[in-house]
């Protein structure tokens, strides 16, 4: 596998929201609007992408029976990180996006890609898998934030273009699913072909 399709499955052919359907707490949970849905997807992607790198450097040195509480122990030092740098440098999107960032600990999609790939691979392609799994899933959180944000206040990224309220459904949890199910649709009719 060449290396750019190492980065652009994730992208359309493996993405993690509307193909593989992984990551769904945070998916529904903070796309309430644009910049919290890219703010979760590139923090889980800075996860991602370090995890990858530093599994696939450690892997030869993690006996078998204790592989994933190993993997998980990385991912809960990567996420603290993150944490950290979070609340000193943007501590409004921290504060919205709250209980969701020490989630990424058990988000199936990081354990899954470590387990699955960065385990089997080197450091470059591992990191590059994660980079474009990461990707995928900051596009799908980003677009479902904009279309719940787009119905349910009238904005997008906070610029507002309708006047008045928008549709209270979409802000809710029950609009999430909405969303979420009308994009399956769509994303899966439009990347058919390619997949």
């Known amino acids: 596998m060449s290396k750019l399709q190492i980065l652009t499955k994730g992208i359309i052919k493996e993405n993690p929201s509307f193909v593989l359907l992984l990551g ?3 998916t529904l949970g ?3 609007s644009a910049i919290n849905g890219m703010g ?8 991602l992408v370090m995890s990858n790198i530093v599994i696939s450097l450690v892997k030869n040195l993690i006996p078998g029976k204790v592989r994933i509480p190993a993997y998980i122990v990385i991912i809960a030092t990567l996420v603290t990180i993150l944490q950290l740098v979070m609340e000193a440098f943007v501590p409004a999107l921290y504060a919205t996006l709250g ?12 354990l899954g890609r470590a387990e699955a790939f960065a385990s089997k691979n080197g450091v470059g392609d591992s990191a590059l898998d994660g980079l474009g799994i990461g990707l995928g899933f900051t596009m ?10 787009m119905l349910g206040a009238g904005s997008v990224f906070g610029w507002k273009f309708v006047d008045g ?5 979409f802000v809710l949890a029950p609009g ?3 969303a979420l199910g009308y994009l ?5 009719k439009l990347t058919s072909k390619i997949r």
Request: charged share 5%; glycine share 6%.
């Open 24 to 26: 769904m707490c945070p």
């Open 30 to 32: 903070t796309t309430t």
């Open 184 to 188: 399956l649709v769509i994303f899966n």
């Open 176 to 178: 999430a699913f909405i």
């Open 40 to 47: 979760m997807g590139i923090a889980t992607m800075f996860v």
């Open 99 to 110: 209980v969701f960032i020490p989630l990424i600990v058990v988000n199936c999609i990081i």
């Open 140 to 149: 799908s959180l980003t677009l479902l934030g904009a279309v719940r944000e």
């Open 165 to 169: 309220d928008g549709i209270l459904l």
